[in-house]
C-alpha cells in the first residue's frame, strides 16, 4: 500500500476546489510510478520521498498549482517540461489535470527521479568563487539593479556563487524578452534576498 501521510489528505481537503483533482492526480500518479515512494510534510506542503531523500513535491496556491522535482538539475527533461520562469515547480502554472502531461511521460519523469535516488546523485552543490575573482555583469542588469535600492544593496551582499546564478540566468536567455521577464523576476527575488535557486535549497 502506498506510504501516505494524513497531514497530504488535510492539505488536500483544505485546497482551493479546483486545486483538489489536481493534487489528487498526482498523488496517484507518483505512487504508481514509485510504490515505495514515502509521502511527508516539508515546508507546509507534501513531498514525495524516496530512498530516503526528497524526490518531488506539490503544492497548491489560490489561483493554481505546482510540481516539482528537487534534483531537476540532474534531469534530461526530454519532452521540454520544465519551466524557468516560474517560482516553484518545474511544470509551470497548474489550474487544472488538463494542463498536466500524460501520466506515461509524468511516469517517465519520476522513474528517472527515483533512478538518480537509487543513484546517490545530489543536488547539485554550490561552486565556490576563485579567490579574488570579479565577476562581469551586464550593464543592462546593473541599471535594472540600480533602479531598486533594496535590490542593489542584497544583491552587492550576496556571495559570488549567488550572483553568478542570476547573471548567468539572464545572459543565457535566447530573447529580449525572455532576458527582459527574467530580469523581472530576478529583482524580485533579490529585493526579497532570495538566491536563483532559492526555491530548491534547504531550510
Given at each position: 500500500?502506498?506510504?501516505?501521510?494524513?497531514?497530504?489528505d488535510?492539505?488536500?481537503?483544505?485546497?482551493?476546489p479546483?486545486?483538489?483533482?489536481?493534487?489528487n492526480?498526482?498523488?496517484?500518479?507518483?505512487h504508481a510510478a514509485?510504490?515505495?515512494?514515502?509521502?511527508t510534510?516539508k515546508w507546509?506542503?507534501?513531498?514525495?520521498?524516496?530512498n530516503?531523500?526528497?524526490?518531488?513535491?506539490m503544492?497548491?496556491?489560490?489561483?493554481?498549482?505546482?510540481?516539482?522535482?528537487?534534483?531537476?538539475?540532474a534531469?534530461?527533461?526530454?519532452?521540454?517540461?520544465?519551466?524557468?520562469e516560474?517560482?516553484m515547480?518545474h511544470?509551470?502554472k497548474?489550474t487544472?489535470?488538463k494542463d498536466?502531461?500524460s501520466?506515461k511521460i509524468?511516469?517517465?519523469?519520476?522513474?528517472?527521479?527515483?533512478?538518480?535516488?537509487?543513484?546517490?546523485?545530489k543536488?547539485?552543490g554550490?561552486?565556490k568563487a576563485?579567490?579574488?575573482?570579479?565577476?562581469?555583469v551586464p550593464e543592462?542588469?546593473?541599471?535594472?539593479?540600480?533602479k531598486?535600492?533594496?535590490?542593489?544593496?542584497?544583491?552587492?551582499?550576496?556571495?559570488?556563487?549567488h550572483?553568478?546564478?542570476?547573471?548567468?540566468w539572464?545572459?543565457e536567455?535566447?530573447t529580449?524578452a525572455?532576458?527582459e521577464k527574467?530580469?523581472a523576476t530576478a529583482?524580485?527575488?533579490?529585493?526579497?534576498?532570495?538566491s536563483?535557486?532559492?526555491?530548491?535549497?534547504?531550510?
Open positions: 500500500m502506498p506510504k501516505t501521510d494524513p497531514r497530504v488535510a492539505y488536500i481537503a483544505n485546497a482551493e479546483f486545486a483538489q483533482p489536481v493534487l492526480h498526482l498523488r496517484r500518479i507518483v514509485c510504490p515505495n515512494a514515502e509521502e510534510m507546509s506542503f507534501p513531498h514525495f520521498d524516496y530516503g531523500q526528497m524526490m518531488c513535491s503544492a497548491s496556491f489560490k489561483k493554481h498549482c505546482a510540481f516539482g522535482f528537487w534534483k531537476a538539475q534531469m534530461s527533461d526530454p519532452h521540454k517540461l520544465f519551466n524557468p516560474v517560482a515547480g511544470l509551470g497548474i487544472s489535470v498536466l502531461p501520466q509524468l511516469t517517465q519523469y519520476i522513474k528517472e527521479a527515483m533512478k538518480l535516488n537509487d543513484e546517490g546523485v543536488f547539485p554550490r561552486v576563485p579567490a579574488n575573482k570579479e565577476l562581469a543592462y542588469f546593473t541599471k535594472t539593479l540600480s531598486n535600492k533594496a535590490a542593489r544593496k542584497n544583491f552587492d551582499a550576496f556571495p559570488y556563487s550572483k553568478k546564478d542570476y547573471v548567468e539572464i545572459t536567455a535566447k529580449d525572455t532576458r527574467r530580469m529583482v524580485e527575488w533579490i529585493t526579497e534576498g532570495k536563483r535557486n532559492w526555491k530548491y535549497e534547504r531550510k
